[in-house]
């Protein structure tokens, strides 16, 4: 019975609106994530360990500890007190903070602000109603996390998870691309031919360029 | 016994396809709906029931902001503009929204009237609205204790709204 399981990627969703932090909540833990919700920034930030107000100039000062490791923040944009914006700004400031990734969450569609919010270092911006195909943005943040606490294992060493031989996707070409690799052919060695030759009949490359339709 | 299940089963999906038809739901209902599974089957209801709380609260707070002609507060009024279209919108209550944003219209120019006459199509829609879905979750509930599981596609012979279609692959 000695399994450790794998801790999940731990999202701090962050909404004045109970209803919004309602279905946050179950969007993410839909997508395999846990969720830890929040109320107002000044939560959040207490939660992470920072102090809110400055005291000291120092904006890495913490007041405790960490309670809890987060993987990613997910925040309301309007919110009262602490905004959305508010929160970014002091966790890029934080020295201790800044990797984790950052996402705003508005029900208004206003450019200005989102790029204001892209700027200032926030990883999506995700328009309200948020929906689960939305939260598929996040997968790479928690790949890289899942890799990264892998990584940090002292067991066996961990294959990167993409091998492109071993996938059987047909990859498209642009024609330009297409125009390239039939140039080059000539180019390669009987060797070198064969070889490929080989592996096109084993099935595992890539299948014949002229069976693809591209559409450009 | 089976009989019964694919009569309550089809009768539920006529009617949830209906509710779209007549601009009741929109695509978010879909969605909303796709967050529940068999660890979460009260999901899609307590969400609902939330919202209706918060439609009876929210309608009430701006009645009393715009009661006073002399003394109306905009700012408040505006406030639950927002909330509740965010709320309705999030629910996928397509009708509930929309009048939401004509009420936000109002509230911009300061339209007392207009927003009077919004407030109460509010309290109309949402109103008519939940007593829609209770009879949706009624049926539901009969489904489940005829021992049968809620139909979770939308028959593909229905033609909808292009503008309301719900997902078919929901």
Redesign the interface.
């Known amino acids: 019975m000695g399994v450790v399981t794998e801790s999940q990627f731990h999202v701090l969703a962050v909404d004045d609106s109970l209803f919004d932090r309602k279905m946050i909540e179950r969007l993410l833990q839909k997508s395999s994530c846990q969720v830890t919700t929040v109320d107002s920034g000044s939560k959040a930030l207490e939660l992470l360990g920072l102090r809110e107000s400055n005291e000291s100039d120092d904006p890495n000062a913490t007041s405790t500890s960490p309670e809890v490791e987060i993987n990613l923040i997910i925040t309301d944009y309007c919110m009262p007190g602490m905004t959305g914006y508010d929160l970014l700004k002091r966790v890029k400031e934080s020295a201790a903070f800044r990797s984790i990734p950052v996402v705003i969450m508005s029900s208004e569609n206003v450019p200005a602000r989102i790029s204001r919010c892209l700027e200032e270092g926030a990883e999506e911006f995700f328009l309200k109603p948020v929906k689960l195909a939305d939260l598929t943005k996040l997968k790479p943040h928690m790949m890289k996390t899942k890799l990264k606490k892998e990584s940090e294992k002292p067991a066996e060493e961990v294959k990167p998870e993409i091998e492109e031989e071993e996938s059987p996707v047909i990859e498209i070409l642009t024609l330009h691309q297409e125009l390239e690799s039939e140039q080059q052919e000539p180019m390669l060695s009987n060797n070198k031919r064969k070889a490929m030759e080989e592996a096109i009949s084993s099935g595992r490359s890539r299948p014949k360029y002229n069976d693809i339709t591209t559409s450009v | 016994m089976n009989t019964v299940v694919a009569k309550l089963q089809r009768q539920f999906q006529d009617y949830l396809v209906s509710l779209y038809q007549q601009g009741f739901l929109d695509n ?1 209902f879909t ?1 909303l709906r ?2 529940q ?1 068999e660890g ?1 089957p009260d ?1 899609v209801a ?2 609902v029931s ?2 209706f709380d ?1 439609c009876s609260k929210l309608i009430n707070s701006m009645s009393r902001s715009l009661e006073r002609p002399e003394n109306v507060d905009f700012k408040q009024v505006d406030s639950g503009v ?2 509740l ?3 309705s ?2 629910v996928g209550a397509r009708r509930v929204k929309n009048v939401c944003i004509s009420f936000k219209e109002c509230c911009d120019v300061q339209n007392r009237e207009g927003c009077l006459r919004c407030l109460q199509q509010v309290d109309y829609e949402y109103k008519m609205l939940k007593t829609k879905l209770q009879d949706l979750f009624n049926l539901e509930q009969q489904i489940v204790q005829a021992g049968g599981a809620i139909p979770q596609h939308f028959p593909s012979y229905t033609i909808l709204r292009p503008d309301i279609r719900p997902c078919l692959d929901a």
Request: hydrophobic fraction near 25%; charged fraction near 30%; aromatic fraction near 10%.
């Open positions: 978010q969605e796709k967050l599974d979460t999901f307590e969400v939330l919202f918060d927002h909330q279209k965010g709320s919108s999030s």
